[in-house]
T-cell receptor
Framework: DAGVIQSPRHEVTEMGQEVTLRCKPI?????LFWYRQTMMRGLELLIY????????DSGMPEDRFSAKMPNASFSTLKIQPSEPRDSAVYFC??????????FGSGTRLTVV | GEDVEQSLFLSVREGDSSVINCTYT??????LYWYKQEPGAGLQLLTY?????DMKQDQRLTVLLNKKDKHLSLRIADTQTGDSAIYFC?????????????FGQGTTLQVKP
């Protein structure tokens, strides 16, 4: 298994631009999580899905952030418009009952 | 509230044992995890423990759980320079193992040769 796959690995964008981060969970995993990691706030859970349905989005910081999971093998996290304070590493993770949470390698986002 | 607390830094000499401590808040948590993050990398699952266990050993790693005090520790025996990383404690909120995984702020382990 290739694990959780995230793209891109690095993204540099200008303030005000739209940014889309992508995640492919492990096949068969029915839970998908988006986390953000910063020095100041550590690892924060943004949103998670079960069977493609958003269960808890209370960690999404603002309306500029949105996440979708159109099918079991793909999810996106979109920021529109992006701001410098959104600069962080964004991790996707997936799991299923009886398995641990497996994380992707992350997307390092820099908004200038 | 949802809070997992860890000390921020630990320095040990190669060959010594390292003990990283963590306190959590949700007494109904059934699973508690330890993750390792090397510089520029993602999070690697090291080990986990069920709440009905007091101890779990996996090669050089020993996890101790004190449910009464909501205290979790990770002991690394014979610490090597390759163990230098950030170690995160995490709890799953609620009694199901499929909910929110909440992390501590991470403990940076420095191993001196």
């Amino acid at each position: 298994d290739a694990g959780v796959i995230q793209s891109p690995r690095h993204e540099v964008t200008e303030m005000g631009q739209e940014v889309t981060l992508r995640c492919k969970p492990i096949s068969g995993h029915d839970y998908l999580f988006w986390y953000r990691q910063t020095m100041m706030r550590g690892l924060e859970l943004l949103i998670y899905f079960n069977n493609n349905v958003p269960i808890d989005d209370s960690g999404m910081p603002e309306d500029r952030f949105s996440a979708k999971m159109p099918n079991a093998s793909f999810s996106t996290l979109k920021i529109q418009p992006s701001e410098p304070r959104d600069s962080a590493v964004y991790f996707c993770a997936s799991r299923t009952q009886g398995a641990g949470y497996t994380f992707g390698s992350g997307t390092r986002l820099t908004v200038v | 509230g949802e809070d997992v607390e860890q000390s921020l830094f630990l320095s040990v000499r190669e060959g010594d044992s390292s003990v990283i401590n963590c306190t959590y808040t949700d007494s109904s948590s059934t699973y508690l995890y330890w993750y390792k993050q090397e510089p520029g990398a993602g999070l690697q699952l090291l080990t986990y423990i069920f709440s009905n266990m007091d101890m779990k050993q996996d090669q050089r790693l020993t996890v101790l759980l004190n449910k009464k005090d909501k205290h979790l520790s990770l002991r690394i025996a014979d610490t090597q320079t390759g163990d230098s990383a950030i170690y995160f404690c995490a709890e799953v909120l609620g009694s199901s193992n499929t909910g929110k995984l909440i992390f501590g702020q991470g403990t940076t382990l420095q191993v001196k040769p």
